[in-house]
């Protein structure tokens, strides 16, 4: 059974940091790209941070030189680490796993978790 599970959320202060963690497993093959994205109320949800089957990573401008994506395969984890948090990252942050591409675009071969809450505070 294909599991995306976030954890980690929760109330932070500006400029504080938080991880966030996703158990991924349950695929029956590889999964090409693993992300993270975000939803704020009433807008849409944004793509933060993606990490392809190659290692590269890629960021969000709004998030770059704060957060860093990472995996540990060995516990089927993938992290989000968020540094110098800003009140404009409050959001709800969901992890997500792509078949066939970074691109998430369309419901084939994407899956998603079901979301963690975080708040920045200023």
């Known amino acids: 059974q294909v599991q995306l599970q976030e954890s980690g959320g929760g109330s932070v202060q500006s400029g504080g940091s938080r991880r966030l963690s996703c158990v991924v497993s349950g695929f029956t093959y590889p999964m090409y790209c693993l992300g993270w994205f975000r939803q704020a109320p009433g807008q849409e949800r944004e793509g933060v941070a993606f990490?392809?089957?190659?290692?590269?990573?890629t960021y969000a401008e709004s998030v770059k030189s704060r957060f860093t994506i990472s995996k540990d395969n060995y516990k089927g984890l993938l992290y989000l680490q968020m540094n110098s948090l800003k009140p404009e990252d409050t959001a709800m942050y969901f992890c997500?796993?792509?078949?066939?591409?970074?691109?998430?675009?369309?419901?084939?071969?994407?899956?998603w978790g079901q979301g963690t809450q975080v708040t920045v505070s200023s």
């Open positions: 997500a796993a792509g078949r066939y591409s970074c691109g998430f675009r369309g419901s084939a071969g994407n899956y």
């Open positions: 990490l392809d089957a190659e290692g590269v990573t």
